[in-house]
């Protein structure tokens, strides 16, 4: 059990740069805390007493802002960042290494006794306010973004936004790849395609790199068209962008709204 418990610990540190020290996440994550008492809650579940074990699982909301429901089958170090308004379905499965963020909730869609709630498989980040809504399954590292309603599959890898939920990059799509090379190429930051954009901006700049990759295209088969003339021309390097470039822009995009 301890060793359970330092591994949750751990867990926080790869995922949180804002935890400082063992003892601060022990006393004031109320992720863990609320990790703790569903284990206990799931416990007397499985050993049929189900009203203590719905006793625990209530206080543990009301300590904690997390609701999990003792029957919700959960694996090894869950991290729920800040946590407020998690909600987790008595029949939602969750594997290991995921990380929910908080106003998550894995909820059911119909009345029925059987499986109502999604699973979550190994290494899914779902973001803040998210919804996750059925009994489907969200496949192996893929991303769900803030605010999201999601009603069905998500292949694994892929990354889920908007209302309701909709694949905008799959690992195997190799437009995107080519984008987030390009991306990286010309300094900005491939993060920012998909997951922490408005979908409007993340398509203008989709649409730019692919742009840009054409030019780049277009450029090189123009340099060994030349060379096969015979023409001695060497394509220069293009100059390199540079992060302090773009500070002022930055700092702007930082400012608070008036």
């Not at 909730?105 to 009345?111: E, M, P």
């Not at 398509?203 to 060379?227: N, P, S, T, Y």
């Amino acid at each position: 059990m301890f060793e359970r418990m330092r591994e949750d610990i751990r867990s926080v540190f790869q995922r949180d740069p804002a935890a400082r020290n063992a003892l601060e996440v022990l006393i004031c994550y109320p992720g863990l805390h609320a990790l703790w008492l569903h284990r206990l809650a799931h416990g007397l579940w499985c050993a049929d007493w189900k009203l203590l074990a719905r006793l625990v699982s209530h206080v543990g909301r009301w300590l904690t802002g997390i609701e999990i429901h003792p029957g919700a089958r959960i694996g090894r170090r869950l991290f729920i960042d800040h946590g407020m308004g998690v909600v987790i379905g008595e029949t939602a499965e969750i594997g290991d290494d995921v990380t929910l963020y908080h106003g998550v909730t894995l909820g059911g869609t119909s009345w029925n006794k059987g499986k109502r709630h999604p699973t979550l498989e190994d290494g899914v980040i779902v973001g803040a306010g998210a919804k996750i809504l059925g009994p489907f399954t969200v496949g192996a590292g893929a991303k769900i973004g803030s605010n999201a309603v999601v009603t069905r599959a998500v292949p694994a890898g892929a990354t889920a936004v908007g209302i309701p939920g909709r694949i905008i990059a799959r690992p195997d799509d190799e437009q995107e790849a080519r984008r987030q090379a390009l991306a990286e190429k010309y300094g900005f930051d491939a993060y920012a395609l998909g997951q922490s954009m408005p979908d409007p901006v993340a398509h203008a700049i989709g649409q730019l790199l692919d742009h840009l990759h054409a030019v780049d295209e277009r450029l090189e088969d123009m340099c060994q068209a030349l060379k096969a003339l015979g023409s001695d021309y060497c394509a220069k390097e293009l100059p390199a962008l540079r992060e302090e470039d773009f500070a002022g822009v930055k700092e702007e995009d930082d400012k608070p709204p008036v």
